[in-house]
């Protein structure tokens, strides 16, 4: 986070983890351009994109956002991505228990290395496949909250709670950034 040294609106580094598939790259789309496209391409390494947040006390701060690969060969490149970030959204798929315990990895992993002040989101995504879910809201929220993290369900695809994410996250940042 921190002022740019032209002045102007704080700036706030975030990063995207999880699962690949899970649709970190739909969410940020989503956010960022209103869009979903269900062609999208895989991430390779990592892909970066910037967009302003109006906080609750009607400021503005600047996310930027670095959306990584999910893949196992790309696991070693994440510290350089959540280093340093201010925030981070840990992502899984609703309809995959696999995806879930791959974000607990994660924040297992950031509590470990990534700053102590770092706020984390964990997101469970494709809230539209209520049919196929296969990780309770209520099981999610309790881990969350044994973690101190918000928890949210959200959908690229319908847009349902996406803002809702970055702007959870805007609401718990440290004081010193507004
Ligand atoms: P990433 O590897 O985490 O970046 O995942 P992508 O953003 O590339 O998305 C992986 C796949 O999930 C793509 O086929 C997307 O179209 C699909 N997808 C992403 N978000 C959603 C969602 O909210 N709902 C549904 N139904 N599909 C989604
Ligand atoms: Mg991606």
């Given at each position: 986070?921190?002022?740019?040294?032209?002045?102007?609106?704080?700036?706030?580094?975030?990063?995207?983890?999880?699962?690949?598939?899970?649709?970190?790259?739909?969410?940020?789309?989503?956010?960022?351009?209103?869009?979903f496209?269900?062609?999208?391409?895989?991430?390779?390494?990592?892909?970066?994109?910037?967009?302003?947040?109006?906080?609750?006390?009607?400021?503005?701060?600047?996310?930027?956002?670095?959306?990584?690969?999910g893949?196992?060969?790309?696991?070693?490149?994440?510290?350089?991505?959540?280093?340093?970030?201010?925030?981070?959204?840990?992502?899984?798929d609703?309809?995959?228990?696999?995806?879930?315990a791959?974000?607990?990895h994660?924040?297992?992993?950031?509590?470990?290395?990534?700053?102590?002040?770092?706020?984390?989101?964990?997101?469970?995504?494709?809230?539209?496949?209520?049919?196929?879910?296969?990780?309770?809201?209520?099981?999610?929220?309790?881990?969350?909250?044994?973690?101190?993290?918000?928890?949210?369900?959200?959908?690229?695809?319908?847009?349902?709670?996406?803002?809702?994410?970055?702007?959870?996250?805007?609401?718990?940042?440290?004081?010193?950034?507004?």
């Amino acid at each position: 986070g921190g002022r740019s040294a032209a002045g102007g609106m704080p700036r706030i580094k975030m990063v995207l983890l999880g699962d690949s598939g899970v649709g970190k790259s739909c969410l940020v789309l989503r956010f960022v351009r209103g869009q979903f496209d269900p062609s999208s391409k895989v991430t390779v390494g990592a892909a970066f994109m910037s967009h302003p947040v109006a906080l609750p006390d009607s400021s503005t701060v600047k996310f930027e956002i670095w959306d990584t690969a999910g893949q196992e060969r790309y696991a070693s490149l994440a510290p350089l991505y959540y280093r340093g970030a201010s925030a981070a959204a840990i992502v899984y798929d609703i309809t995959s228990k696999e995806s879930f315990a791959k974000a607990k990895h994660w924040v297992k992993e950031l509590q470990k290395n990534a700053s102590q002040e770092i706020v984390i989101v964990l997101v469970g995504n494709k809230s539209d496949l209520e049919q196929d879910r296969d990780v309770s809201a209520e099981e999610a929220k309790a881990y969350a909250e044994e973690n101190g993290m918000e928890h949210v369900e959200a959908s690229a695809k319908t847009a349902h709670n996406v803002s809702e994410i970055f702007e959870s996250i805007a609401a718990h940042l440290p004081r010193m950034l507004n």
